[in-house]
């Protein structure tokens, strides 16, 4: 039995554009809640204050809203992205700060929170977790960093921050927590640059005896 409510099943309502906001937001907080097995298009309709069709009209289905949720903010590619304008040198401390920034963001961060924590419970969410790490890296990336491994470069230089992000924001690790953002970035930004930048090293031979 289809839920009944005051909005006409699959179609939204005029006059209101502000409905598939809310539901990605309502289905943000559940998914990191629940876990993606969970929450369920009723509990996220719910949640809204909308009808459950008004969901299928949007997104399809479950993984269609899931997938959604995935997606950065348009203000955060562009933030980032900014980050690769300049001299080469300073990359890593505005990459850094760029990154970082949006977590301290209070427009941002519940949003950043949730779609990591949905993707990690998410048992088939491996791929957009990695879409969401490298959405906002600019065409060009490769082409601002030394010819040798710039695939290398960047992932550890992502991984790097995203490990920073998850350990002060989602695990609330002391004293990832507990620094104010200028001293982390000053302790962050030169291994940063040294991940993009500086020598990668030479893989060392296990001694044979």
Avoid: C
Avoid at 91 to 113: I, T, V
Wanted: hydrophobic share 45%; aromatic share 4%; glycine share 12%.
């Amino acid at each position: 039995m289809s839920e009944k409510g005051s909005e006409r099943p699959g179609r939204p309502p005029s006059g209101d554009g502000r409905n598939r906001d809310r539901i990605l937001a309502a289905a943000r907080h559940e998914f990191a809640a629940k876990g993606f097995r969970g929450a369920t298009m009723r509990s996220i309709a719910a949640a809204a204050g909308v009808d459950v069709a008004l969901l299928a009209h949007y997104f399809g289905n479950k993984d269609g809203l899931f997938a959604a949720t995935l997606q950065l903010p348009g203000q955060a590619v562009q933030q980032v992205q900014g980050a690769f304008d300049g001299p080469v040198g300073e990359l890593g401390e505005r990459l850094a700060r760029a990154y970082l920034s949006l977590w301290e963001d209070p427009g941002l961060a519940g949003s950043l929170r949730a779609t990591v924590a949905s993707a990690l419970a998410h048992e088939g969410a491996r791929e957009q977790l990695r879409e969401l790490l490298t959405a906002a890296l600019p065409e060009d990336v490769h082409s601002l960093l030394p010819g040798d491994d710039p695939d290398l470069r960047l992932g550890l230089a992502l991984n790097h921050l995203f490990g920073i992000a998850l350990g002060r924001h989602l695990l609330r690790l002391p004293p990832l927590a507990d620094r104010d953002l200028p001293t982390l970035l000053a302790a962050i930004a030169p291994t940063v640059q040294h991940y993009l930048t500086g020598p990668l090293g030479r893989s060392v031979e296990p001694a044979t005896t």
